[in-house]
């Protein structure tokens, strides 16, 4: 059993936990996963480690209520305990070698894109980070994104805080200004990393995309997670679990992932609003 040791409100949808897991807290690297069960008669969900503290033994997570289990885990407080916390998983953030980079986060794959540039940060790289939400009502983190970044960007798509417009016009700009990155970083919808690609595309910039698809085991053994990627001509599978999380956004197939990725979102609603009348009616 592993222990609620902290809970915040981000926003209206967004909850942070820190959970006391020393082991996974010692071996964590930004860019890693981990998969719980909130109960025995719980759905394995993966949730990207977004901060570790080794010395207290605790593994930060964030995540969005848009289903079921994410609206069960929601009513768990400080104090309470999950069932199953199992980590790390994935292949960590490749950093080596990259001396500039920005960071490009959507909505709450700013939870993910933070632990990553406060990596950078911490091992002396320029850091850009541009964060984009669809109002001031959703936004989150930009505090932390300010104390790890040398550049910081914030967009809403409705104009309500700071710059108005989506995350590749300032990113444009920036290229357009010559600006020269080693390494975009992509993270959040699928569209958003989608259009990162294409704006970076006609200069040339590497750009890496953390792919989130259906998971279930995390082993690689269900394949569930299976991405399509263009490599040399030929369509290769690879798996997000195991050889991912992140890509070379060069090489995703993103009309395929999205497609795959909504394949259960009826479901999922479904459930979702029956975890929210069992709550009403308790």
Do not use: W
Request: hydrophobic fraction near 40%.
């Amino acid at each position: 059993m592993y222990k609620i040791v902290r809970k915040r409100e981000l926003n209206p949808t967004v909850t942070q936990m820190e959970i006391e897991a020393p082991l996974v807290a010692r071996k964590a690297k930004p860019g890693q996963f981990i998969i719980l069960r909130v109960d025995e008669e719980g759905e394995r969900i993966p949730l990207t480690v977004a901060g570790t503290n080794p010395e207290e033994g605790t593994v930060k997570i964030i995540f969005q209520i848009v289903g079921a289990t994410t609206e069960i885990l929601n009513h768990k407080n400080e104090g309470e305990y999950l069932q199953d916390f199992v980590g790390p998983l994935g292949v960590a953030t490749h950093t080596e070698g990259i001396k500039k980079v920005c960071i490009v986060g959507g909505g709450v794959g700013c939870a993910i894109a933070m632990p990553v540039a406060q990596e950078f940060h911490r091992l002396g790289a320029d850091v850009t980070s541009i964060i984009g939400f669809r109002s001031k009502d959703l936004l989150i983190l930009e505090d932390e994104f300010k104390a790890c970044s040398d550049k910081l960007v914030v967009m809403t798509d409705d104009g309500s805080y700071a710059r108005h417009g989506n995350v590749t016009v300032p990113l444009k700009e920036m290229l357009e200004a010559g600006e020269k990155f080693d390494m975009v970083i992509a993270i959040g919808p699928g569209i958003m990393m989608k259009f990162v690609v294409a704006t970076c595309k006609p200069f040339g910039v590497p750009v890496t995309v953390s792919m989130n698809p259906i998971m279930i085991d995390g082993t690689g053994m269900c394949g569930g997670c299976r991405l399509t990627l263009n490599q040399d001509g030929k369509r290769v599978t690879k798996f997000a679990c195991v050889d991912g999380p992140d890509f070379n956004g060069y090489e995703v197939d993103f009309d395929e992932a999205m497609s795959r990725g909504r394949m259960y979102f009826d479901y999922e609603r479904h459930a979702y609003e029956e975890a929210c009348n069992l709550f009403k009616n308790a």
